[in-house]
Every structure is written in structure tokens, then in C-alpha cells.
């Protein structure tokens, strides 16, 4: 299988998969878009028509990053990619086992996917960044950041709470790779967040497929001028490598 | 079970899964949360927690809807409660039964879970309307909207093409349930579909499930002041009633 990303720094939709892949031993090869190609479009889909062939695609893919090719069958969109891995490996159950639990834990992914539009605007994820100022400006100055973060901290204590720990589900889940990203934000902006939520941000900070993650985003030195606003205005932008 | 929903008029989240369950004959109640007692949040929670009682809500809810109650158990999400209800009912087929067909149809519901962002804005669901001059007026003027559109005509030509019709993978399934509220602004702004969509758009229209929706949706008459500009301004604004 390969797995189109964009960028490991900046891409928060290709961090999901790919985290859930490596977490939980899923062979696969990553391919990576360049932010700037796949919005020109014509080179991400050139790239992309070479690598499936003449592959099954009954559907024209729309173009965006992550996408999954399995032995030339393309699924697209995180949360299609992550119900696609559970079924080809019911053995890793990679959603919880019991109904209600996973019932519970689509829910609250698919929270994530539609929605938390201001922490994703306002705290885009950039890992190699250390941003505090930029984080508690924000929190002062945004009301809908601040209810974000506080719908998220109330969601985690919940979890957390209800199944003990270490990850949201007890097990590791394709619900901790979901929120990865949120926990690189956190850390990016040191967003306070009070126990046991922060305990639960060091464990998703150590596991082993984030590490990965971490470490080739770091090693990436592939900026983006429009996602590097404190680049060019000097402000806070000490870099966490 | 009971579905929490909002205007039937206005709400396409809502629209999804009840036309979903109606169509396929699962038995539930609906209640009506008005847009603005929800935006208000307290009235809603308050209603809600009734609702649930004592029941095993390990996890406050976001407090929006649509969102499901089976037995004091509560789903929130469109995609959330569209994968319950499959796993509940395996022997309704509410996704296609082969493995990539159904992969592919999780791919499109997800992308339209978290796109389309220029259609919902520029043409928002509003079933008693027919508003065919602000339909043409903003494909001439929003580049982003014809994207869309363009986009839906052609995965609903490539998926009408490779599983032969009348629904997007040939039998209903929750994809269609999916794309009504989609089929609905075709409708109520006239947006120009060459065949075979226009025939699904028509198929859509005449099935079971949005039948019932419209109807009630047309008896409403409870209207939402800042989502009726038209009503204030005169701008062709013919009721479809």
C-alpha cells in the first residue's frame, strides 16, 4: 500500500493515517505531495494517475491528500481510510471492540472531521514551530478558540475518565491517531490543558507512531512561505529542532 | 430510537439520517430542536438530558444535532450514526456490500462530511424555496461554487456509470441518503445537471424517504429570520408550496 501525504510538518489530514499505520504495524510506503503541487493540482494528479495505472478507479479522486492505494484501488478522505484498515485487519482492532465504544469513538472522530474549524485556523499545525506567544494571544482574543480547546479538554477528561487510560479508548485506537494532530497543536502553542488531559498528551507524544512522525517532519526543512507568517514577521518563531 | 433534528426546511445534517432510516423502514421517532433554542445551546441540552435520563452518556455531547438516542445511548454525528445504524441493522445493507464499493462510498460520504464547503454556503438548504435567479446569479459570480458543482457532477456520473443506476452504488444506500440534501438545492436553485444526473436527481426526489421529509418540510412553516434574506429583500422568492 502507499500512503499520498503532504507535507509531514504541516499536514495535519496525512498525519492521521500514517500515524495509525505505523502505530499498529501496517506495511506501507508514504509518497509525498508537496503542498504547493497538489493545490496546482495537474502534478499531484499526474503523479497519482502513474502510481495507480490502470488500476480500478471507478471514481475521479478529488485531489487532495491523504489518499490510500491498495494494489492499485484508491480510498480517499481520513475517516473512509481508517474504516477501509479496520476492516482489511480486524486483528489489529484498530476501533474498539465493544458497539457502544464504537459507536462512541466515530463519534467523536467524526466531531473532529467536520468541525473545531477555529483551533484548526487559528493553531494550524506546524511541529518544528514553539509558538507560546502566538498560542495565548490567541486563546485571549478568540472566544471560538477558547471553546474549542474547552470541548476538547472536556471531551479527553470524559474518555479518559470512562475507560482509564493510557489512550482514550484504554487500548491504542484509530480515535488517538485522529487527534494527534490536536496534541502536536497543543504542544506547538503550549495550549494549557489541566491533568489528566496533559497526561494523556505525553503518552500520544510518546508513542511510537507519532515519534516517527515527529522525527521526519523535524528532518523535513521544507517550508511553506503562507504557512510561516512569524518567518517573515520575526514573531516568536524559535524553532523547536 | 429517537433522532434529534433541527428545521426540517433548513437542517441538511439532519435531512441524512432520518431519510436514511425512513426509507429503509427502521422504526424511530423524531423531535424537533429549533435552530435558534440549539444556537442558545441551554434549551437543547436541557430537552436532551431529559431525553437520556440517567442513561450511559460517558461523554457530554457537542450539542448539536442530528444525534441519535437508542435506549438512553446516545450517537452524535451524521457519519457516526449512519455507521451505528449499519452495524445495528447488518441485514438492511445500509453500505454496498462489496468490500471497495463500500470503501468507495465511506470515501464519498467523508468528503462530503468535510467539503463542499462553497455549495453549502452559497446555496444552504431551503426546501419550501424555488430560487432560481440566485441559483444562475451565483454560479456566474463564485468560481468555488462551479467547483463544486462540478465535482458532484462528475462523482455522480462516474459512480451512476460503474454501478448502473437508479442510486450511486445501484441499490439505496446511506450514500444517497448522504447526497439529498445536495439533491434538494439542485432542485431549489435549479442548478443546470446534465443527464445521468438529472435522472438520479429525479430518482433521489421520488424515493420514499425524502418524499416524507419534503412534506413535512413543506408543512412547517416556521421560518428562520437570518436564513430567509429573500423574504426582506424580494429578491424571487416564490414559495415551492
Redesign the interface.
Known amino acids: 500500500m502507499q500512503l499520498y501525504i503532504g507535507n509531514k510538518n504541516y499536514s495535519s489530514w496525512s498525519m492521521r493515517p500514517w500515524v495509525l499505520m505505523k502505530q499498529t504495524g501496517i506495511a506501507f510506503a508514504d509518497v509525498m505531495v508537496r503542498f504547493d503541487s497538489f493545490q496546482a493540482d495537474s502534478k499531484f494528479k499526474a503523479t497519482l494517475s502513474q502510481a495507480v495505472g490502470s488500476g480500478?478507479m471507478?471514481?475521479?479522486t478529488?485531489g487532495k491528500v491523504p489518499l490510500l492505494v491498495d494494489n492499485g484501488?484508491v480510498?480517499?478522505?481520513?475517516?473512509?481510510i481508517a474504516?477501509?484498515l479496520a476492516?482489511k485487519f480486524p486483528e489489529l482492532h484498530l476501533w474498539p471492540a465493544d458497539?457502544?465504544a464504537?459507536?462512541?469513538a466515530?463519534?467523536?472522530?467524526?466531531?473532529m472531521?467536520?468541525?473545531f474549524s477555529a483551533l484548526r485556523s487559528h493553531f494550524p499545525m506546524n511541529i518544528e514551530a514553539h509558538l507560546p506567544d502566538i498560542g495565548a494571544r490567541m486563546l485571549a482574543e478568540k472566544a471560538d478558540a477558547r471553546a474549542d480547546l474547552a470541548?476538547i479538554v472536556?471531551?479527553w477528561t470524559?474518555?479518559l475518565?470512562?475507560h482509564g487510560g493510557p489512550f482514550l479508548f484504554g487500548h491504542y485506537s484509530t480515535v488517538d491517531a485522529y487527534f494527534a494532530p490536536v496534541v502536536k497543536r497543543i504542544v506547538t502553542y503550549a495550549l494549557p490543558v489541566p491533568p489528566p488531559v496533559s497526561d494523556y498528551v505525553a503518552a500520544v507524544e510518546a508513542s511510537a507512531g507519532v515519534v516517527a512522525w515527529t522525527k521526519q517532519a523535524l528532518a523535513e526543512h521544507d517550508f511553506i512561505d503562507f504557512d510561516e507568517p512569524y518567518r517573515k514577521s520575526g514573531v516568536s518563531g524559535e524553532s523547536g529542532e
Do not use: I, K, N
Not at 480510498?75 to 473512509?80: G, N, Y
Not at 466515530?106 to 466531531?111: M, W
Open positions: 480500478p471507478t471514481v475521479a478529488p484501488f480510498v480517499w478522505d481520513t475517516l473512509a474504516e477501509y476492516e458497539m457502544q464504537r459507536a462512541r466515530r463519534s467523536v472522530c467524526a466531531e472531521h467536520s468541525g470541548r472536556q471531551m470524559d474518555l475518565g470512562a
